[in-house]
């Protein structure tokens, strides 16, 4: 029987209150055994909760009662209690397949759980989807999912999944959509196999099979140094403005069919291409940023407005490509935006007493991907200004992945910790949050192996502006 297991309880909660303690087992929540964490919000909802727990493999009783919405107090340790499901394609592309070895185990894991699609905008396929999910996914309005398509060709999407579901599964897909619940779409392009006219073919697939479709993200794959498929190479740049070119003309398509522009290529695209980011208002709300669409975009306007002074609320870190492997946040299915970081634990808002602005100016570092550090380096005189010092970037090549890994999430702390060894004793360094899950690097790692104190910052133009004008820095800086 699937049982979850407490991670921690929240002082003061009603957890706490009633004696639950970290590695407690929850049994069953109002006498239903849960299957994850989607079901346990469910039965915690109500104002009176009947646990059965287990510690020391006695198990016990308690009636907790609390405000009706109140959240227990309780984090988990899994989001899924009984078994993720796994997948059971074999994608050329698959950037798990591309991780050095001896990185801890949970990051192997390949899901194909549209639990963790729902619960942490993870891609599926949908090839081990079944009647049953049909129905829940249905039945609890599961939604928005994030579903990986790929291509609409059967063959060719057989070919990349390297799976003869691959050729079928999509049909839940039209379903789904069918039955209402909001799906966001991604294409993992892979030069010489799903661009050009396939994905021309695909877009006019979707607009044909699948117009109730949210949005649809179009991304280049991933090559590590790590690959071992030779079919799989990073775009050329011409293959790189093909495909912006390809997207800009079907959003023409579908903005006249539907009245929406529904497909977007990824920023990484336009950096790969040469090409100017499309504007702001181009993005239609930015919904795919955590997929790394429109994300320097939102990071400019809000470095911008933070300058100017006007109050915007960040529009929140994109949690990695790993989040979903690290636990379930104890207030609810999206770890909400808040001062403390729920991945890192630490403080990003209060930093202790102000500090002599006149004295006190020290250099700034900001730390980056190769990629974010082109995002970034326009808004560096900017910066600089409100800095009333000078700030700089400091890209990191990621030598840990090699290949044509350039993005800041993916940074490890053995490439910070290189690139940072040749930076000054007594300046500032910002490292944003998102290279930490839960406090640690990719390589499981914390920032006390870095041979200069940082301050972690929220991956956002607003936390960024703010740190950066920090007069003498964050006292907390860790090392
Ligand atoms: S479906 Fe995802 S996890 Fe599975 S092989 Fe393909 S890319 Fe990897």
């Given at each position: 029987?699937?049982?979850?297991?407490?991670?921690?309880?929240?002082?003061?909660?009603?957890?706490?209150?009633?004696?639950?303690?970290?590695?407690?087992?929850?049994?069953?929540?109002?006498?239903?055994?849960?299957?994850?964490?989607?079901?346990?919000?469910?039965?915690?909802?109500?104002?009176?909760?009947?646990?059965?727990?287990?510690?020391?493999?006695?198990?016990?009783?308690?009636?907790?009662?609390?405000?009706?919405?109140?959240?227990?107090?309780?984090?988990?340790?899994?989001?899924?209690?009984?078994?993720?499901?796994?997948?059971?394609?074999?994608?050329?592309f698959c950037f798990?397949h591309q991780l050095p070895?001896?990185?801890?185990?949970?990051?192997?894991?390949?899901?194909?759980?549209?639990?963790?699609?729902?619960?942490?905008?993870?891609?599926?396929?949908?090839?081990?989807?079944?009647?049953?999910?049909?129905?829940?996914?249905?039945?609890?309005?599961?939604?928005?999912?994030?579903?990986?398509?790929?291509?609409?060709?059967?063959?060719?999407?057989?070919?990349?999944?390297?799976?003869?579901?691959?050729?079928?599964?999509?049909?839940?897909?039209?379903?789904?959509?069918?039955?209402?619940?909001?799906?966001?779409?991604?294409?993992?392009?892979c030069?010489?196999?799903?661009?050009?006219?396939?994905?021309?073919?695909?877009?006019?697939?979707?607009?044909?099979?699948?117009?109730?479709?949210?949005?649809?993200?179009?991304?280049p794959l991933g090559v590590s140094a790590h690959s071992r498929e030779p079919?799989m190479r990073p775009h050329?740049?011409?293959?790189?403005?093909?495909?912006?070119?390809?997207?800009?003309?079907?959003?023409?398509?579908?903005?006249?069919?539907?009245?929406?522009?529904?497909?977007?290529?990824?920023?990484e695209?336009?950096?790969l291409?040469?090409?100017?980011?499309?504007?702001?208002?181009?993005?239609?709300?930015?919904?795919?940023?955590?997929?790394?669409?429109?994300?320097?975009?939102?990071?400019?306007?809000?470095?911008?407005?933070?300058?100017?002074?006007?109050?915007?609320?960040?529009?929140?870190?994109?949690?990695?490509?790993?989040?979903?492997?690290?636990?379930?946040?104890?207030?609810?299915?999206?770890?909400?935006?808040?001062?403390?970081?729920?991945?890192?634990?630490?403080?990003?808002?209060?930093?202790?007493?102000?500090?002599?602005?006149?004295?006190?100016?020290?250099?700034?570092?900001?730390?980056?991907g190769e990629l974010?550090?082109?995002?970034?380096?326009?808004?560096?005189?900017?910066?600089?200004?409100?800095?009333?010092?000078?700030?700089?970037?400091?890209?990191?090549a990621n030598a840990f992945f090699g290949g044509n890994i350039g993005v800041?999430?993916l940074?490890?702390?053995?490439d910070?910790?290189?690139?940072?060894?040749?930076?000054?004793?007594?300046?500032?360094?910002?490292?944003?949050?998102?290279?930490?899950?839960?406090?640690?690097?990719?390589?499981?790692?914390?920032?006390?192996?870095?041979?200069?104190?940082?301050?972690?910052?929220?991956?956002?133009?607003?936390?960024?502006?703010?740190?950066?004008?920090?007069?003498?820095?964050?006292?907390?800086?860790?090392?």
């Open positions: 029987m699937p049982a979850a297991r407490v991670l921690s309880v929240a002082p003061g909660s009603p957890a706490e209150d009633a004696g639950i303690a970290a590695g407690d087992e929850i049994l069953a929540i109002n006498g239903e055994h849960l299957r994850d964490v989607i079901e346990y919000q469910l039965q915690v909802d109500a104002a009176e909760v009947d646990l059965e727990v287990r510690r020391g493999g006695l198990e016990q009783q308690l009636v907790i009662r609390k405000q009706e919405g109140a959240s227990l107090g309780l984090e988990l340790a899994h989001a899924v209690f009984d078994r993720v499901q796994t997948c059971d394609n074999h994608c050329p798990i070895k001896g990185m801890r185990r949970s990051l192997y894991l390949q899901d194909d759980d549209f639990r963790l699609s729902f619960l942490y905008g993870n891609f599926t396929t949908l090839t081990r989807f079944t009647e049953a999910d049909f129905e829940r996914v249905v039945g609890e309005r599961l939604g928005p999912l994030y579903v990986s398509i790929h291509a609409t060709d059967p063959d060719v999407r057989t070919r990349l999944l390297r799976n003869r579901r691959g050729a079928t599964s999509l049909r839940w897909l039209e379903l789904l959509l069918d039955a209402g619940i909001e799906i966001h779409g991604q294409i993992v392009v030069p010489g196999i799903n661009d050009g006219a396939v994905l021309d073919d695909t877009l006019l697939g979707v607009l044909d099979r699948f117009p109730q479709l949210a949005t649809l993200g179009v991304v079919e050329t740049i011409a293959e790189a403005r093909a495909v912006v070119e390809i997207v800009h003309a079907w959003q023409t398509r579908f903005a006249s069919a539907l009245g929406r522009r529904l497909v977007f290529a990824s920023d695209y336009y950096l291409a040469g090409f100017d980011f499309p504007a702001l208002d181009a993005y239609d709300g930015c919904v795919q940023h955590e997929n790394g669409i429109g994300m320097a975009r939102t990071f400019e306007a809000e470095v911008r407005a933070a300058l100017a002074g006007d109050d915007v609320a960040p529009t929140g870190v994109r949690s990695g490509f790993f989040a979903a492997v690290d636990g379930a946040p104890a207030e609810g299915y999206r770890a909400p935006r808040v001062s403390r970081s729920p991945r890192t634990g630490v403080d990003f808002k209060s930093h202790g007493p102000e500090i002599d602005a006149g004295s006190m100016r020290r250099r700034v570092g900001i730390i980056t974010g550090a082109r995002v970034l380096a326009p808004l560096v005189p900017a910066l600089g200004e409100r800095a009333g010092g000078a700030v700089r970037l400091i890209p990191v800041t999430g940074l490890t702390s053995a910070v910790a290189t690139a940072l060894a040749a930076e000054p004793e007594g300046d500032r360094y910002l490292l944003p949050d998102v290279v930490l899950s839960r406090g640690r690097f990719l390589d499981g790692q914390t920032v006390a192996a870095l041979p200069r104190p940082v301050e972690i910052v929220a991956t956002d133009g607003t936390a960024l502006v703010r740190a950066v004008a920090r007069p003498g820095g964050d006292p907390q800086a860790r090392s």
